[in-house]
């Protein structure tokens, strides 16, 4: 059983940055695939980014390429999303997920893909 604590979320400024934390458990975090997604009110969860594996290639969804970052750290068993430039319409609730196998190029935006979820952490970003 794998479990994900997310932290670091809060209210910034438009243009600010804040910097997500996943802390994963089990012995094999290397070789997890690794993401991000969020929700907002009404809207249905959007993928964010991902890595495939530690020290793999990472993926970023559109409206956040540029400006959102994905790493890890195996030492610590974490996963970061270190987001600047924040807009307005980042504002969510941001989930990391996890999954024991490395995922294809494509499936590794599908959110049914991920078998372990977070509890969430809730981003706001005020004009």
């Known amino acids: 059983q794998v479990q994900l604590v997310e932290s670091g979320g809060g209210l910034v400024q438009a243009g600010g940055s804040l910097r997500l934390a996943c802390a994963a458990s089990?012995?094999?975090?290397?070789?997890?695939?690794m993401a991000w997604f969020r929700q907002a009110p009404g809207k249905e969860r959007e993928f964010v980014a991902a890595?495939?594996?530690?020290?793999?290639?990472?993926y970023y969804g559109d409206s956040v390429l540029g400006r959102f970052t994905i790493s890890r750290d195996d030492a610590k068993n974490t996963a970061y999303l270190t987001m600047n430039s924040l807009k307005p319409e980042d504002t969510a609730v941001y989930y990391c997920?996890?999954?024991?196998?490395?995922?294809?190029?494509?499936?590794?935006?599908?959110?049914?893909?991920?078998?372990?979820w977070g509890q969430g952490t809730q981003v706001t970003v005020s004009s």
């Open positions: 997920a996890a999954v024991l196998r490395i995922l294809s190029t494509t499936s590794i935006r599908w959110a049914g893909e991920y078998d372990y």
């Open positions: 089990g012995r094999t975090f290397s070789s997890y695939s």
């Open positions: 890595n495939r594996w530690s020290g793999g290639n990472s």
